[in-house]
């Protein structure tokens, strides 16, 4: 299960940090999607199991930061710089790097809203 937390209203420049926790992150994937209304579910950074590798998509790259902390079981994203197009509810997502009977396991958090108004 991932518990996400931190969404809220800033203003646009502002800042903002994301925290998603689970009971243990080992071996675990993780990932920050976001949804804005209207539109399909984005892939916003992923960080590898042993946190020693980041990707970010293009509209966040330079303004966002994921972080692994493993003594916490907590992602997080930090978010700076924030525009009004960053508005959307922001998941968590968990994929195993391991497989039980042939399958990675999944997980997606319930969500948490973010809303940058200019």
């Known amino acids: 299960q991932l518990v996400e937390s931190g969404g809220g209203l800033v203003q646009s420049g502002g800042s903002l940090r994301l925290s998603c926790t689970t009971s243990s992150i080992r071996g675990l994937t993780m990932s920050w999607y976001r949804q804005a209304p209207g539109k399909e579910r984005e892939l916003v950074a992923t960080i590898t199991s042993g946190g020693d590798k980041t990707n970010y998509s293009d509209d966040v790259k330079g303004r966002f930061t994921m972080i692994r902390d493993r003594a916490k079981n907590t992602v997080y994203l930090e978010m700076n710089s924030l525009k009004s197009e960053d508005t959307a509810v922001y998941y968590c997502?968990?994929?195993?790097?391991?497989?039980?009977?042939?399958?990675?396991?999944?997980?997606w958090g319930q969500g948490t809203p973010v809303t940058v108004s200019s």
């Open positions: 997502y968990a994929l195993s790097d391991f497989r039980i009977n042939g399958n990675r396991m999944e997980s």
